[in-house]
């Protein structure tokens, strides 16, 4: 049985979640004199324990490094049941969260993305638009380092990168040529990786093991581009805390949080006002257990939506081989070129949507999908994996489509019955199934990146029309919106149902689009945060966090 230890001072802000969104919340809310603790129930990571300086890389990536919390399988992860999903979600707990592990594609949503009801007739409009949420990109990207070229077309214009843009290196140029051929769109792809030393952090020395982890310290994982301003400014960061449960007051507002130790003692952080940012698996999961007779569907819940919507983003690959030697083992792990031109809504087509295409290195010997689910046995193993590796090996780079996939209520984060994590918590279950649009999007998009492969001069091209390990991008379990009983928080991410609680991570996005969301989901938790600091002096907040009801 856990213990309750003594309440530690109340705070101003509690954050649940250091990750993206709770890292840009924790530095300007600190720099900005607020009394914060944010609690993670991961560690702190030191970069020398990443492996992809050293020779075990590839064999690490298949266990402690994994993204699938389900295979790494450590005390700070949780178990997900997947059974009814499509999709395995991809994550990491730790300060700095998923920034630890992801490939540090930085993109911005384009304007009819936020527009899809109007101008598709399917989904929701979002409560503001691109041009509301522009100047917070571009702060962004000055925020987090982005190299990258300025002027791609299928944007409206905008600020330079701060960053000149990473080589495109022989894949690139390899992939551009097949693109030339066809007249179709390509771009240097903005990465949140420094082409040169920025803000201490180092100048990419291209590994290519940006998905394990960075040993350079150069990847903008928000560890190191806002930690240490939210901490240099009094933010009390508490690690190993497993958030059970969010609190509230007797008017049912929320007044903190009960979290249990890796020493398995429990304990109770009190706070005046609350943000949440576990990601949109995590957030619905804490939403739904915290029950109380002021909110007996779970916390924020009255329209019911807590947990539907869920989006992933079902990812493709198309693998191609060619005779010419192309370096691909060379990083970054980040997309080396991007291209647009499926991207928006042909009807003749039919469906709507499109999906981003990027272009990623081949990686090591056992190739960049190692640590995703690999190949057969037989395949890649034995004498065949001697041939298959003298065949692919620098040779060899894929064209990746992610793929948007449309809000649906039937898609959604539930708490499973039997399965729990390291400490009772009932753990998420998933049910996420591919719509018929998404079928008809997937099978267009490969067959044209297929075609781009060949035009690119491919040996042998192979795809793989769905990723099972590929839900990096978890969206849409808390949408937000105007209208209190179609969305769980307010366009500044306040819930409806509880005014003291914000959410600010992937949780509230209203669609997917078709691109890497980290960019979007800081860019909405800078924009929500400056707006509650602008307006403290009116938020409402608990009276007295420490009284609990429960």
Not at 425 to 437: F, G, H, K, M, Q
């Amino acid at each position: 049985m856990a213990r309750m230890q003594r309440s530690r001072e109340p705070a101003d802000v509690l954050i649940i979640g250091a990750g993206a969104s709770g890292s840009v919340a924790a530095a300007h809310l600190a720099t900005a004199g607020v009394d914060v603790v944010c609690l993670e129930q991961g560690p702190h990571v030191d970069n020398a324990e990443f492996y992809g300086d050293k020779p075990e890389w590839e064999l690490m990536a298949q266990k402690r490094w994994h993204p699938n919390p389900n295979v790494r399988d450590l005390e700070t992860d949780y178990p997900i049941n997947t059974g009814a999903s499509d999709v395995n979600p991809l994550m990491y707990s730790a300060v700095g969260g998923s920034t630890i592990l992801y490939a540090a594609h930085w993109q911005r949503f384009m304007p009819s993305d936020f527009r899809v009801r109007t101008l598709d007739g399917v989904a929701s409009d979002w409560p503001f638009t691109y041009e509301d949420l522009e100047p917070y990109y571009t702060r962004m990207e000055v925020e987090m380092g982005v190299s990258g070229l300025a002027g791609d077309p299928a944007y409206p214009p905008h600020a330079e990168y701060p960053l000149p843009p990473m080589p495109i290196g022989r894949i690139g140029m390899k992939a551009a040529e097949g693109m030339n051929k066809l007249g179709w769109h390509w771009w240097p792809g903005p990465n949140a990786i420094p082409s040169r030393d920025y803000r201490g952090r180092n100048q990419c020395v291209r590994y290519g093991t940006c998905l394990t982890g960075c040993p350079h310290k150069a990847k903008a994982s928000t560890d190191h581009t806002h930690w240490p301003t939210a901490l240099e400014n009094g933010t009390r960061l508490v690690t190993g805390a497993r958030v059970r449960e969010i609190t509230v007051d007797a008017q049912g507002l929320a007044n903190g949080a009960t979290y249990i130790d890796r020493n398995g003692r429990e304990a109770h952080q009190k706070a005046g006002m609350v943000i949440v940012c576990c990601n949109g698996v995590g957030t619905p999961r804490l939403l739904l257990l915290s029950i109380s007779k002021h909110h007996p569907d779970g916390l924020a819940n009255s329209s019911g939506l807590v947990g539907r919507n869920l989006m992933m983003h079902p990812y493709a690959a198309i693998s191609g081989v060619f005779d010419d030697p192309l370096e691909s083992w060379l990083g970054p792990a980040g997309q080396s070129i991007q291209s647009m031109q499926f991207y928006e809504t042909d009807d003749s087509r039919g469906f709507v949507r499109g999906a981003k295409w990027n272009v990623m290195p081949g990686g090591g010997p056992l190739g960049l999908r190692a640590a995703y689910g690999g190949k057969a046995l037989d395949e890649a193993w034995g004498s065949n994996l001697h041939r298959n590796t003298k065949r692919v090996f620098g040779h060899s780079f894929e064209w990746g489509i992610i793929a948007e996939d449309l809000p649906d209520e039937d898609n959604r984060v539930l708490l499973d019955p039997e399965l729990t994590d390291s400490d009772g918590i009932p753990a998420p279950r998933l049910v996420y199934r591919n719509s018929e649009n998404t079928e008809r999007l997937l099978d267009f998009h490969v067959a044209r990146a297929e075609e781009a492969m060949d035009a690119a001069g491919a040996a042998s091209v192979s795809s793989t029309r769905l990723m099972r390990d590929c839900g990096w991008h978890l969206m849409g379990t808390a949408r937000m919106g105007n209208d209190p009983a179609r969305s769980v928080v307010d366009p500044y991410g306040r819930c409806h149902d509880v005014p003291n609680l914000y959410i600010y991570d992937g949780s509230v996005f209203v669609t997917s689009s078709g691109f890497n969301p980290t960019g979007t989901i800081t860019a909405i938790a800078l924009r929500s945060v400056e707006h509650l600091i602008e307006n403290r002096g009116h938020a409402k907040v608990a009276c007295n966090p420490s009284k609990v009801v429960t």
